[in-house]
């Protein structure tokens, strides 16, 4: 009974509240009449001045012509209000009519659907508690099941895998002696189970024996399917462990990252002079570009040769190696800034970018629409090739991005001049 006497209030609540938002304004007509007879009262007074003379004709009847368009005015303004609120009538209407029908209908269907009578569930002697929340699903919950699994279904290659991998879980990744000998037990049921023979080949890759690691993987890459969801995981790992443990694999792409240093050899560097430096590095740099000629699939290599040619200001070198790397992937909008920046660098003073140069940095525009370098350069470009309003409009967007005391405006807004004085 509490619960419906409670909705009633809530409803007479906002009923009572709404009652102002029903009412609607009376004001326009009484406004006009207002308005109306002090502009009667104008024209009179207007009239006595030009009888008795004080006023000339022509002024009176400029004054009266105002007057009138001013009462003009008024009737249409009236009109207009009163067509607004005719307008309005629906939205006026539409909020307390949602307003008393929400609570109207939710008090409709309580009474329909609840049980107003029933008292709260806690409160009733002997009621059945809500049933507790599943346990977590966790490593050993996990290994567990794997095992009762496994004693229900013992030649199941399924099961086994399952322990196996619940075992690995278990041990952070490693593939433990237990994990491996369910692993084996999985093989021999099912020789094809690509999860144990990859789980095989990772506990021997563990246990120091990479060559029978990368075998097996390699073994299970030629005989997998070519669409299977675990080849790319596959063979990066055999990629991983045939680089770490020196093994040749045929038909992998080989790295073309340059052998680190030793310390010897560290400090056999810095005991040169930094000419000999200098030249050292360059025969780094091209021993790098000499690989790459044998392997020109190898993208990272042609990245790390033009960032090295671009800090030996080898520019010509490092536009084309970003070229390179762009054609068996397109470069990011950072390496576009640097691939830009290495074409800029050959320009003379005055010079426009080639039209190499240009695709760059529309690339660049494109992906950065407010780069400095791009806005600059291909204002250059617009400039040059005879289009100064699109010179002046870069320009000027780059004019405003630069702070107050930057030593390039005097010379832009110069340029700005220039390119809108041209005919």
């Keep these: 009974m509490l619960e419906f006497v409670l909705a009633l209030l809530a409803t007479a609540t906002v009923g009572a509240l709404l009652i102002p938002l029903l009412r609607a304004p009376r004001r326009s007509a009484a406004r006009l009449d207002g308005e109306l007879a002090i502009y009667r009262d104008q024209l ?9 003379g004080t006023i000339a004709e022509r002024d ?57 009578g029933l008292p709260a569930a806690p409160t009733i002697a002997g009621a ?8 977590p699903m966790d490593i050993a919950r996990l290994v567990r099941m794997a095992q009762d699994r496994v ?19 278990e041990a952070d990744g490693t593939v433990t002696a237990a994990a491996a000998a369910a692993f084996r037990k999985a093989v021999a049921m099912q020789p094809g189970d690509a999860r144990a023979v990859y789980y095989l080949g990772l506990h021997e890759a563990q246990s120091g024996d990479s060559r029978a690691a990368v075998e097996r993987w390699r073994a299970l890459e030629a005989s997998s399917p070519p669409d299977a969801p675990y080849l790319p995981m596959l063979r990066s790992e055999i990629t991983r462990v045939a680089r770490a443990a020196n093994i040749e694999v045929p038909g ?37 570009a000499a690989r790459l000629k044998d392997n020109p699939q190898d993208r990272a290599g042609w990245l790390r040769l033009a960032n090295a040619w671009k800090v030996l200001g080898e520019n010509a070198n490092a536009v084309d190696a970003y070229a390179r790397a762009d054609t068996l992937a397109p470069v990011d909008a950072r390496l576009l800034a640097d691939w830009a920046e290495a ?26 629409p407010r780069n400095g370098l791009a806005l600059f350069y291909l204002g250059a470009a617009a400039f040059a090739a ?16 630069l702070p107050a005391d930057a030593p390039i405006r005097a010379m832009l807004e110069e340029r700005i001049r220039e390119a809108e004085t041209a005919k």
């Design 60 to 116: 009176a009847d400029a004054a009266r012509l105002e007057i009138e368009r001013r009462a003009l005015a008024a009737a249409d303004q009236s009109a207009n209000r009163l067509t607004s609120q005719a307008d309005s009538l629906l939205h006026k209407v539409l909020a307390p009519a949602l307003a008393l029908a929400i609570p109207l209908l939710a008090l409709g269907l309580y009474l329909h659907m609840g049980r107003p």
């Design 151 to 169: 004693t229900a279904q013992p030649n199941d290659a399924e099961a086994q895998s399952a322990l196996g991998e619940a075992l690995t879980l």
């Design 44 to 52: 009179d007074e207007i009239e006595r001045e030009r009888t008795a």
């Design 343 to 368: 074409h800029v660098r050959q320009l003379k003073p005055g010079e426009a970018p080639s039209p190499a140069a240009v695709a760059v940095l529309q690339r660049l525009e494109k992906a950065e």
């Design 386 to 401: 005879g289009d100064k309003k699109a010179a002046a409009e870069r320009w000027k967007t780059l004019l405003a991005m």
């Design 128 to 135: 059945p508690r809500p049933s507790a929340p599943a346990e």
């Design 252 to 288: 992998a792409p080989q790295s073309t990252t340059p052998p680190q240093p030793s310390r010897e050899q560290q400090d056999a560097m810095a005991a040169l002079t930094p000419e000999q430096r200098q030249q050292a590095i360059r025969g780094m740099v091209e021993g790098l």
